[in-house]
């Protein structure tokens, strides 16, 4: 018997990935509490999927304000209610998408159970058993909806919620039933009424009652009563739910109305009685069970690219205030095991290093030890930079000098690439040294992200960048390059990049595991290459955006931003042969004519402006053998 009592209690609590969709703060109050009972003691992780509705005719980026603010707001319920591992996304679209969006994610997340509000505005002013989508008859992962009344919709307090009723008939639901039951029970000391309604003519229901349940009655302490009453079922539950808080009952088994996974039983219930009323659906198969058109379960998704872009940018487009609790990023980031790292690259620095150094050890290692690791990579200083650095105790390291044996090129690029051979964190993040206003939020605003979901792999900065001509301050006339040159090259031939507001911005963080994998430009291409490739690798969902809200920093003159935008140009065409086979630079020019003017006459300055591509790190047997990889093969595909 106690082998048998560890084996369900085993069965309770084995792993799985729980995807609850939320609209609004006050619905996190109710299911974020909900999620983590259910969650509570398995090995596995809770996605919050927050979702915001557009009006009719609204563009969706229009809503990216609102779905930050939900965002901020349930992320910081979420972190004082769930203690299990959690991601949260979001999801922003007009209301005849939600379907089939929510299935595609409970597909993508491969979700084993998901976890809806009976009474949601996500369902367009209809309840949940009155959707007409057709997946909700076969599901395809396990189903648990919570109907409340106003009182507790309005004032959620769930540790006032222990009495339990949970009619069993048996059948497909009566397993799930009962481990949602379990989990609530266990999570807020309550007990369990087992209610079994029979008669005469259903003596199945008696032999799956017997088979199903009867080892609860011996092996789950949180049932407390057995109760088998001969009679009509539904008359049954209503008189006993109001001896109880919560009723947990399985949905039909068989579809018994037309176009709906209700059916009169559960109807009655909902309609006749007060109590919270939770029910379960276990999911099914479709690709082997299907009694519905299979053209409406899998509809085809608009993949227009201003869709998908619109989309992308309201849902991956975070605010870095969202991650002012460092505490909260500290917890995610023990929580996953990662070690975060902060490359500093630099070059003639000295009147800004020290500053930038000084703010985010002290607030970010010292204060709040989210960072791991500072380091400075400098490319050949002339003036104070690497003394500064030192003196600070941070390790400076000279790109020159790292990997000899690979010789070195001129450029940031370069000074990333090896970077990744000294960094040693799971989570790299890079910033520029040249800030002027630095702020802690440089640094946690592109590390949050990839802390929150583990689909992000690349993160991008962005903020105003004023513009000083003279005397006169231009709020907006900063990012010249990216205006003029990246984002309407990315427009044209990589439109899936075009919500990207700042392509060229210095402040980015990548997972290890992905940036090893990729080939790095060597000079001022290296920000586009990067986001191309990780575009190509991972999609547009593995990259997310955060606004920095403003940096002011020294501004290029006009010739070195042409050389900028002369590398940027080359690197975009290679990367059009290399994805697109469409040949351009073959026979180009990669010289270029510089215009000078000196003493009152123009002439020209020739100079050799040549991006060139280092190889995937992980390619490397120095850093196969550094970071203790199997050296007779790469993990680059």
């Known amino acids: 018997m106690k082998k048998k009592r560890q084996e369900i209690k085993n069965d309770l609590t084995s792993a799985f990935r729980l995807l609850v969709p939320i609209s609004s703060a006050e619905e996190a109050d109710l299911m974020l509490p909900l999620a983590e009972m259910i969650a509570s003691g398995r090995k596995g992780q809770i996605t919050v999927l927050i979702v915001t509705i557009v009006n009719e005719g609204q563009a969706l980026s229009e809503a990216t304000g609102i779905a930050a603010h939900k965002r901020e707001a349930i992320s910081g319920l979420s972190a004082d209610v769930i203690k299990s591992p959690i991601q949260i996304r979001s999801l922003v679209l007009p209301s005849e998408e939600f379907w089939t969006c929510l299935w595609r ?94 008669s005469q003519e259903r003596r199945e229901d008696e032999l799956a009652f017997a088979t199903e349940f009867s080892p609860a009655l011996y092996g789950l302490d949180p049932v407390s009563r057995s109760i088998t009453l001969k009679g009509e079922i539904t008359s049954n539950i209503i008189a006993e739910s109001s001896q109880h808080d919560v009723i947990v009952m399985g949905a039909p088994s068989r579809q018994v109305w037309d176009n ?125 930079t690497r003394e500064i650095a030192e003196s600070l105790g941070v390790p400076v390291y000279i790109h020159q000098k790292i990997l000899p044996e690979y010789g070195s090129f001129h450029g940031k690029g370069e000074a990333l690439w090896k970077s990744l051979y000294i960094l040693s964190g799971d989570i790299i993040a890079w910033i520029d040294t040249d800030i002027k206003n630095i702020h802690p939020r440089f640094v946690y605003g592109i590390i949050g992200p990839l802390l929150l979901d583990d689909r992000i792999q690349y993160v991008k900065g962005f903020y105003r960048r004023p513009l000083k001509d003279g005397d006169k301050i231009m709020a907006g006339g900063g990012g010249r390059v990216t205006e003029l040159t990246a984002r309407p090259l990315l427009n044209l031939f990589y439109p899936e990049l075009s919500g990207i507001i700042q392509p060229l911005s210095g402040e980015y963080a990548g997972r290890r595991k992905a940036l090893e994998r990729l080939n790095f430009f060597t000079g001022y291409g290296v920000e586009t290459g990067l986001l191309i490739d990780i575009l190509q690798e991972y999609g547009l969902q593995g990259i997310a955006q955060v606004d920095l809200l403003k940096r002011i920093h020294h501004n290029q003159p006009l010739p070195s931003l042409s050389k900028m935008s002369f590398a940027i140009m080359q690197v975009i065409f290679q990367r059009l042969e290399k994805t697109k086979k469409m040949e351009i630079l073959k026979n180009a020019n990669l010289a270029m004519n510089l215009i000078k003017y000196e003493f ?9 402006i040549q991006e060139f591509e280092r190889p995937p790190m992980i390619d490397l047997i120095e850093y196969r053998r550094r970071k203790g990889l199997e050296l007779h093969q790469s993990n680059h595909q």
């Not at 339990?164 to 497909?172: D, F, H, K, W, Y």
């Not at 989990?183 to 209610?195: F, H, K, V």
């Not at 009152?600 to 050799?608: K, M």
């Open 600 to 608: 009152e006459n123009y002439h020209l300055d020739s100079e050799e």
């Open 260 to 384: 709906s996974w209700s059916g009169p039983i559960l109807n009655s219930v909902k309609e006749e009685t007060n109590t919270i009323l939770i029910v379960v659906k276990e999911g099914k198969n479709v690709e082997t069970d299907l009694t519905f058109d299979a053209k409406v379960a899998t509809s085809p998704v608009d993949r227009a690219v201003n869709v998908v872009v619109d989309r992308w940018f309201a849902e991956n487009t975070y605010l870095s205030r969202e991650f002012e609790d460092l505490g909260r990023l500290i917890s995610l980031k023990e929580e996953k095991k990662l070690k975060i790292s902060l490359g500093l690259p630099a070059l003639n620095e000295a009147k800004t290093v020290g500053r930038v150094i000084k703010t985010v050890k002290t607030n970010l290692m010292e204060e709040y030890p989210l960072l791991d690791e500072i380091i400075l990579i400098d490319s050949g200083s002339i003036d104070y």
């Open 105 to 198: 994610a409970v597909t993508e997340d491969e979700a084993d159970l998901l976890l809806m509000d009976w009474q949601s505005d996500i369902y367009g002013g209809i309840e949940v058993d009155q959707v007409k989508d057709p997946r909700m008859l076969l599901p395809t992962c396990d189903i648990v909806f919570i109907r409340t009344n106003d009182k507790f919709r309005n004032s959620p307090n769930w540790k006032e919620f222990n009495r339990i009723l949970l009619p069993a008939r048996g059948g497909p639901n009566a397993a799930l039933a009962l481990r949602v039951g379990y989990a609530l029970a266990d999570s807020l000391n309550g007990q369990i009424t087992l209610l079994h309604v029979t």
